[in-house]
């Protein structure tokens, strides 16, 4: 089934399509980021004037015509309300013309369900890390749904690293300006918070941010980066252990970072499991995932009627059927 | 040391050893190093949960709260009393017992600590008595929310029956139940600690 994917919970408006599993294109145009943050309104406005252009070229790096599109997916949350609306609305605009079926999709969902199927994995523990959301996920139940066994009890660990950065004078290039910094710094002590399989990151957060005249930004930006990462590990791991599974991905924009991977990597591998990742094209936001998730839902009967095709800004993952 | 002793548990970051010491049997509890995190980071949580650990067994030894005896603590292990007796998610309990869990965990409140990992994983029905191990997770502060927490996890672990057993005994135990339960209903309501099941 040929469908084209619609992603723009945050600051990427993304379209992908997807034939059989495979992703044909993957395209994106990102709001710029400027020392003020995401204005919600501001940052849906970019995507109101990106859509046409990136579905436009999604189609053609696909050489596929509107004709040929079977159906459509669209993120319905979570994330901001204003930017999931152009999503929304893009993919009611193309369904209506074209007369085809819409699936409604979770945004975590799509970052787990891409990582999942890319790694060959049946069951492992998600470890799903984005701006907005930091979850540890597992699938369970009939019909099959992502449950959180353990998440941060405040925010999300990427808009902690951003915060930091731009609290310290740094463009916040969505982590990846922390990543650099880091590579040659060394250790100052920062709180530490896991609680079972739940962690919190504003001590932590706060603290760097009060050490910022006294410490080099390269020290804290290791620091911050090493404390955060190893709390996930340490929840990860326990979530692992006790769960009894062998496997452990990671997903979602944070997941893009090197230091990340490759401490998950060693903690799953310590105890003999397999660890993956997506190529980071899927961890960013992107269409692709969303196209992925769409067309399962969609050969499986899991469509939403036009009229219904609204925005969840608060959509739980566990509250999404996985098809 | 030089006996590693037979390894009787194996959790996610802590290992038990039997060990001969004093002509018996006891326990170390040895925190593991973890190579996926730096040096630094990973020797001061190791430190820190062993020292929390000896000082609530401690603390709680002498308030004679039922906890194994602290004999000594290093800097990454703990040396204690070895309970003979089953941990309490491998019993069957009757209602005496539940409500005898609940009092336990009223005397720990009572003693000014919240134990952070309170579940039938962590009791030890020994002689017909319960006991409390494992405080890696535990704090020598009592606020409400730490407290409503160890409620509900253990509401979490078993039936609603029994639960209501076990609170029988906490709430005639503990010297100021009404603000905890009052605070157990506001997390579940908060909802963010909804659906934990494992295994
Ligand atoms: N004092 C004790 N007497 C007998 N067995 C114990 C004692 N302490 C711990 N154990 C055994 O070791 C296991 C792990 O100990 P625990 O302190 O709970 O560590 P962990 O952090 O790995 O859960 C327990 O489940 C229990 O089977
Ligand atoms: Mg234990």
Redo the contacts between chains.
Sequence with gaps: MLVIGIESSAHTFGAGICEGGKILANEKEMYHISTSGMIPGRVAETHIRNAALVIGRAMSKANVKFSDLEGVGYTMGPGMGPCLQVGALSARTIARRLGIKIAAVNHCVAHAEITRNMAHMSDPIVVYVSGGNSQLLRL?GSPRRY???G?T?DIGIGNMLDTFARGIGLDPAWGSTVEKKAMSGS?V?LP?TV???DFSFTGLLTKALELANTESSEDLCYSIQ??S??ML??AA???M????KDEVCVSGGVAQNTRLRE??R??AE?HGSRFAAAPNEFNADNGGMIAFVAERMLEKGYYTPIENCTVKQRYRV?TAVVP | MKNKGSLLSE???AKVFIVKAFGMEILVKSRLP?????K???D??RKRRTKIESRVMYRLNRAGVRAPRLFAAGVFSIYYEKLDGKLMKDSSLGSKMLKKCGMLLAEIHNAGISH??FTPANIIISHGTPYVIDFG?SEVRNSSEEMGIDLLLMKRSVSSSMFKKFMEGYAETARNPKPVIDKLEEIEKRG?Y??????
């Design positions: 369970q449950h959180v066994i998440e009890l250790y002590e530490y609680k079972g399989m090493e404390t990462f190893s590990c340490e791991e326990r979530a252990l006790l769960s009894g401490m998950l060693k903690m310590g566990n | 959790g996610a970051e973890k190579d996926y995190r730096i630094e980071i990973d001061s949580i952070g990992d997770l963010r909804q659906i934990r099941t494992l295994g």
